[in-house]
């Protein structure tokens, strides 16, 4: 059995997680980016034995259109899957659903999935410090019985029920484009890992906010610190959030 991690994860929180549910499963854990705009995903099938981890950050209570479109290119061939949905403490709403109908369509036998907290990805202050030793340790056990289950034999009959809704809810417009500022060399490192190559290559400071998916990758991996999204409407989006992100949330798991 080969264990596979497929993963959309911007600014690296998503992959944490996954880290942890792997742990105890070794370290040849084979890892395919969907945040890799030059990944051939075409190119990869699994087989009937194998164990993938498919994760994405919930945006929005959504999956993100672009990590559902790479996944799709993906032959599962009736591969174990573990679905992973990673939120900022406020609710995952149609994340998991939406995750399991794409890798069933692709597919992959779901046998288990989680929802787990990471700390937010613009407001930083929700959920600050996770995914922390207490979450740790709870994944790491959670993913030793996943692999007990599948060790042990998956009824083939059982459809695994998670929460969400069909249709899914509406997916959001807009959101925070982050803008280089005077510390920007141009070096051009933020073109490169753009997940929806919405940076100018030639000109790394032009940003295209119809293709900008708001995942903040450019500003976790810019060297210089100089992309950053504008600090009032970071503000308010802290103050309407601030009534439902406050108290911590439970990571939620289902085998």
Do not use: W
């Given at each position: 059995m080969k264990i596979y991690k497929i993963v959309f994860s911007p600014t690296g929180g998503t992959e944490k997680d996954v880290d942890f549910l792997t742990a105890k499963a070794g370290s040849d854990v084979n890892k395919v980016d969907l945040a890799d705009p030059n990944c051939d995903f075409k190119a990869l099938n699994l087989g009937c034995e194998d164990l993938a981890f498919i994760a994405v950050p919930s945006y929005g209570g959504r999956v993100p259109a672009l990590a559902t479109e790479r996944l799709s290119q993906i032959e599962g061939n009736n591969a174990y899957c573990v679905l992973v949905c990673v939120y900022g403490n406020r609710a995952y709403e149609d994340t998991l659903v939406e995750l399991k109908d794409a890798a069933e369509k692709s597919g992959f036998r779901v046998v288990s999935a989680v929802?787990?907290?990471?700390?937010?990805?613009?407001?930083?202050?929700?959920?600050?410090?996770?995914?922390?030793?207490?979450?740790?340790?709870?994944?790491?056990?959670?993913?030793?019985?996943?692999?007990?289950?599948?060790?042990?034999?998956?009824?083939?009959?059982?459809?695994?029920?998670?929460?969400?809704?069909?249709?899914?809810?509406?997916?959001?417009?807009?959101?925070?484009?982050?803008?280089?500022?005077?510390?920007?060399?141009?070096?051009?490192?933020?073109?490169?890992?753009?997940?929806?190559?919405?940076?100018?290559?030639?000109?790394?400071?032009?940003?295209?906010?119809?293709?900008?998916?708001?995942?903040?990758?450019?500003?976790?991996?810019?060297?210089?610190?100089?992309?950053?999204?504008?600090?009032?409407?970071?503000?308010?989006?802290?103050?309407?959030?601030?009534?439902?992100?406050?108290?911590?949330?439970?990571?939620?798991?289902?085998?």
């Open positions: 929802a787990a907290v990471a700390e937010h990805s613009i407001v930083r202050q929700y959920a600050a410090g996770r995914t922390d030793s207490k979450d740790e340790a709870e994944l790491n056990s959670f993913g030793e019985k996943i692999l007990e289950k599948i060790k042990s034999g998956v009824d083939e009959k059982t459809d695994l029920e998670i929460p969400g809704n069909r249709p899914y809810k509406k997916s959001g417009k807009g959101g925070l484009v982050p803008k280089a500022d005077s510390k920007c060399n141009g070096c051009g490192l933020c073109a490169e890992k753009c997940p929806s190559q919405a940076i100018s290559r030639d000109d790394p400071k032009s940003t295209d906010g119809e293709k900008c998916i708001h995942c903040m990758r450019c500003v976790s991996v810019c060297p210089q610190s100089a992309r950053k999204v504008n600090k009032a409407a970071v503000s308010a989006v802290a103050l309407a959030l601030k009534l439902v992100c406050s108290d911590r949330k439970n990571n939620e798991l289902f085998i």
